[in-house]
């Protein structure tokens, strides 16, 4: 296979990672009140975005072909479960002064 096949196979194996780990951090600040995450966002859409790469990963081991709507299903709730972490998701929104 020629490189820049290769490369653009791998660049759509890591778009769906990508786009979800976006949308995730991106809802996420929409929807905070006042609870202040425990990082910016940046390094959380960069932990999202190797946590989501890793699901694609494990699916495409397990299963044998990319693509598979397990896989998908894992991607979104592993990166929403990460970010409810990373957001401080378990308090109730409200900061005492």
């Known amino acids: 296979m020629p490189l820049p096949d290769l490369l653009l196979h791998l660049l759509n194996f890591m778009a769906p990672a990508a786009f979800v780990s976006g949308v995730m951090v991106a809802l996420s600040r929409l929807g905070r009140k006042r609870q202040?995450?425990?990082?910016?966002?940046?390094?959380?859409?960069a932990?999202?975005?190797?946590?989501?790469?890793?699901?694609?990963?494990?699916?495409?081991?397990?299963?044998?072909?990319?693509?598979?709507?397990?896989?998908?299903?894992?991607?979104?709730?592993?990166?929403?479960?990460?970010?409810?972490?990373?957001?401080?998701?378990?308090?109730?929104g409200s900061i005492k002064n």
């Open 36 to 45: 202040i995450p425990l990082t910016g966002p940046w390094p959380q859409l």
């Open 47 to 92: 932990l999202n975005f190797a946590i989501c790469l890793s699901v694609l990963l494990v699916g495409l081991w397990f299963f044998g072909r990319d693509g598979k709507m397990a896989t998908y299903a894992a991607l979104v709730v592993l990166s929403a479960s990460c970010q409810w972490v990373m957001v401080r998701g378990w308090r109730s």
